[in-house]
């Protein structure tokens, strides 16, 4: 759809269009995201995006000197202040909730003084909080301040994901008959640095952890890719490999809406090559490993053929009438292929057009509720050592206290028996763990630098 463009918002670009300038804020620069998302933003000046500032605990002049953008500590007087139409929210987890209560804030206190049209979009890293009661409440404020959404499940983005939806969902390949993906790889020990108190919360439990930090992404790519919900999940973890609070290994199996099981396996503690960022070579953090290029780290399988990710090869039986299909027969081969390109760079141009009100985000906060409603079943699951129903953890925490209902909008689910599609109305709740509604100035200036 079309949108009004002012005189002092016009940026045409080398291609020949038209597009509004787009001042993007990033809430915690620190190295392992929050600095990439600031330079996607500067490789996407031209596309008008610009970065205007950006905010973190500590006042690293030369940071900001090196980016060329004004520096903050209080993201109430950053929205207060610049002229904002999104916000990178990249600080830790447990401050979410918090810094986009400021961010708003302060933008409505802009808009009430200048009369401008205010901050139009919030793009905040995965997962969207620290438990579901916090998250519900972040949607609650930010649909009341008519802010977008946009959860950092970046992968989504990616042109392999996107393929693989597309098989996976096709009408033939299924019904899906079950999912297994891996998540196996080693952190240095730097990562959790035990004399760095700014990166305690890495080794504390509900806050740290792969579960949370990392298996997130592949469930969210398990709701995401198959196009099912997840209405169970069993979790067996352990924490040998380093003795913390934490976990670092595990696996988790889920039962699908129609029937369907699904597992994922992880480690963090294990020098291997078996995951999303080295299998797919997106994330140049990640080196090349020789011998690798075709090794998938996810499996799906259904009723007319199967396919891996992330080389996209399927599996299929010859529709030839004459032969009985199975084992006995040879399996056909059909190779598909995406352009390898930066989901991250893809997630923030589709940003940019959020903030623009030209689309809706591919990865809604309710979307993202769902996903962290399946990771906490899974923590709990674990802790409990029986299967737990995300929505058990919704409906347990609806009564916890009065809070906004937010309504999602309907879900597609597709029918085990390969009938037509139908909506269900899936409502999300807060959590049993309340959020600190007293975070104050101080607690921010922190935390929010870190990733």
């Given at each position: 759809r079309s949108v009004p463009l002012d005189?002092?918002?016009?940026?045409?670009?080398?291609?020949?269009?038209?597009?509004?300038?787009?001042?993007?804020?990033?809430v915690g620069a620190g190295p392992l995201v929050g600095m990439a998302h600031c330079r996607m933003i500067q490789d996407l000046a031209e596309q008008g995006l610009e970065l205007a500032c950006i905010?973190?605990?500590?006042?690293?002049?030369?940071?900001?000197?090196?980016?060329?953008?004004?520096?903050?500590?209080?993201?109430?007087?950053?929205?207060?202040?610049?002229?904002?139409?999104?916000?990178?929210?990249?600080a830790p987890t447990h401050v979410h909730l918090a810094v986009a209560k400021a961010c708003l804030a302060g933008a409505a206190l802009r808009s009430a003084e200048t009369g401008g049209g205010g901050l139009k979009a919030l793009l905040i890293e995965k997962p969207i909080c620290q438990d579901l009661r916090s998250a519900i409440e972040l949607l609650s404020v930010t649909d009341t301040a008519g802010v977008e959404v946009l959860v950092g499940h970046q992968r989504r983005h990616s042109a392999f994901v996107r393929k693989a939806r597309e098989l996976v969902t096709d009408q033939n390949f299924g019904p899906l008959r079950g999912v297994t993906m891996e998540f196996s790889l080693l952190k240095p020990e730097s990562y959790f640095c035990k004399e760095n108190p700014a990166t305690e919360w890495r080794r504390q439990k509900g806050v740290g952890g792969p579960i949370l930090i990392n298996s997130i992404h592949d469930l969210d790519l398990m709701r995401h890719i198959t196009g099912h919900e997840i209405t169970q999940v069993y979790a067996a973890t352990n924490s040998c490999a380093r003795g913390g609070?934490?976990?670092?290994?595990?696996?988790?199996?889920?039962?699908?809406?129609?029937?369907?099981?699904?597992?994922?396996?992880?480690?963090?503690?294990?020098?291997?090559?078996?995951?999303?960022?080295?299998?797919?070579?997106?994330?140049?953090?990640?080196?090349?490993?020789?011998?690798?290029?075709?090794?998938?780290?996810?499996?799906?399988?259904?009723?007319?053929q199967s396919v891996g990710f992330p080389s996209l090869c399927q599996f299929a039986?010859?529709?030839?009438?004459?032969?009985?299909?199975?084992?006995?027969?040879?399996?056909?081969?059909?190779?598909?292929?995406?352009?390898?390109?930066?989901?991250?760079?893809?997630?923030?141009?589709?940003?940019?057009?959020?903030?623009?009100?030209?689309?809706?985000?591919?990865?809604?906060?309710?979307?993202?509720?769902?996903?962290?409603?399946?990771?906490?079943?899974?923590?709990?699951?674990?802790?409990?050592?029986?299967?737990?129903?995300?929505?058990?953890?919704?409906?347990?925490?609806?009564?916890?206290?009065?809070?906004?209902?937010?309504?999602?909008?309907?879900?597609?689910?597709?029918?085990?028996?390969?009938?037509?599609?139908?909506?269900?109305?899936?409502?999300?709740?807060?959590?049993?763990?309340?959020?600190?509604?007293?975070?104050?100035?101080?607690?921010?200036?922190?935390?929010?630098?870190?990733?």
């Open positions: 005189a002092t918002s016009q940026h045409f670009t080398s291609h020949g269009f038209l597009a509004m300038s787009c001042r993007i804020a990033v905010c973190q605990r500590r006042r690293d002049e030369q940071l900001a000197e090196v980016l060329g953008v004004p520096l903050y500590t209080d993201p109430f007087e950053m929205a207060r202040k610049e002229e904002l139409h999104g916000v990178v929210i990249a609070e934490v976990e670092d290994s595990g696996a988790i199996t889920v039962t699908f809406d129609h029937g369907a099981v699904g597992t994922l396996f992880f480690t963090d503690a294990a020098p291997a090559p078996w995951s999303y960022e080295f299998t797919t070579g997106e994330n140049k953090k990640y080196p090349p490993v020789k011998g690798t290029d075709t090794r998938d780290c996810y499996h799906f399988m259904g009723a007319q039986y010859s529709p030839d009438e004459g032969q009985e299909q199975g084992w006995d027969c040879p399996l056909e081969v059909t190779e598909e292929s995406a352009l390898r390109e930066d989901p991250l760079h893809v997630q923030m141009a589709h940003f940019a057009r959020v903030c623009r009100g030209l689309e809706r985000p591919l990865c809604s906060g309710r979307d993202a509720v769902q996903s962290l409603a399946v990771v906490m079943a899974a923590l709990r699951s674990a802790d409990l050592g029986r299967p737990v129903a995300p929505c058990q953890m919704l409906q347990e925490a609806s009564s916890a206290g009065p809070v906004a209902p937010v309504d999602r909008e309907p879900a597609v689910i597709k029918k085990a028996d390969g009938g037509e599609p139908h909506c269900e109305d899936e409502t999300s709740a807060p959590s049993t763990e309340a959020a600190d509604d007293s975070f104050s100035d101080a607690g921010f200036v922190d935390l929010c630098q870190l990733d």
